[in-house]
């Protein structure tokens, strides 16, 4: 059981350039959510799933893409990366009722767009 | 949407000594308030949470409490040791479905041995 799997844990983007952030879980949660952290900030919601197939905007979507084709997968893209959106990334899951309501976060992804 | 405000942004105690995170929050209907501690190159983890449907909570060492009325909850960690320092962020949410959360900006505490 591996919880919340990030993957990569660093990379170094030029402006103009994609990527795609991965995120897994193997705890068969329905909730599935990226979080961006900022120095000073806290962490700021993104994007958030409420199951397969299904997206929604956070409180700062904008210059960001997500996917969740499969349950335990939850995406992250940036189609035009600029310096702005370097930062720390955060994947995190949970699942429904009071007994799984507790949020596991990834390891994070340190993002540098240059 | 929900605004999340933290106090202080900084804090250093001896050990031994109790410390005192307090954050507001704007929305009403938020229900859920969780407290994340995150050390240095760290993910957050929980370390303790609260419904608005009870005013305290109690583990161990730490403690929450919660004032509905004026929209206000804080963390109490006593006895404090080296090893509680880090950074400690409050959130809160309306959970009714997804946990969507808002983060206060964080308290770095440092314990002074």
């Known amino acids: 059981n591996a919880g919340v799997t990030q993957t990569p844990k660093f990379r170094v983007l030029k402006t103009g350039q994609s990527m795609t952030l991965l995120c897994a879980q193997d705890?068969?949660?329905?909730?599935m959510y990226w979080y961006r952290q900022d120095p000073g900030m806290g962490l700021r919601l993104i994007h958030y799933?409420?199951?397969?197939?299904?997206?929604a905007k956070g409180e700062v979507p904008d210059g960001y893409n997500v996917s969740r084709l499969k349950k335990q997968n939850f995406l992250l893209g940036l189609e035009s990366a600029a310096p702005s959106q370097t930062s720390v990334y955060f994947c995190?899951?949970?699942?429904?009722?009071?007994?799984?309501?507790?949020?596991?976060f990834g390891s994070g992804t340190q993002l540098s767009v240059l | 949407g929900e605004n999340v405000e933290q106090h202080p942004s900084t804090l250093s105690v001896q050990e031994g000594d109790s410390a005192v995170i307090k954050c507001t929050y704007s929305?009403?209907?938020?229900?859920?308030f969780p407290w994340y501690k995150q050390e240095l190159g760290k993910r957050p983890q929980l370390i303790i949470d609260?419904?608005?449907?009870?005013g305290e909570k109690k583990d161990q060492r730490i403690a929450v409490t919660l004032n509905k009325t004026a929209k206000h909850f804080s963390l109490h960690i006593t006895e404090t040791q080296p090893e509680d320092s880090a950074v400690y962020f409050c959130?809160?949410?309306?959970?009714?479905?997804?946990?969507?959360?808002?983060f206060g900006t964080g308290t770095r505490l440092t314990v002074i041995p």
């Open positions: 995190a899951s949970d699942g429904a009722g009071a007994r799984n309501e507790k949020l596991f």
């Open positions: 705890m068969n949660h329905e909730y």
């Open positions: 799933s409420v199951g397969e197939g299904t997206t």
């Open positions: 929305d009403s209907a938020s229900n859920y």
């Open positions: 609260i419904r608005s449907n009870v």
């Open positions: 959130a809160a949410s309306i959970r009714t479905g997804a946990n969507n959360l808002f």
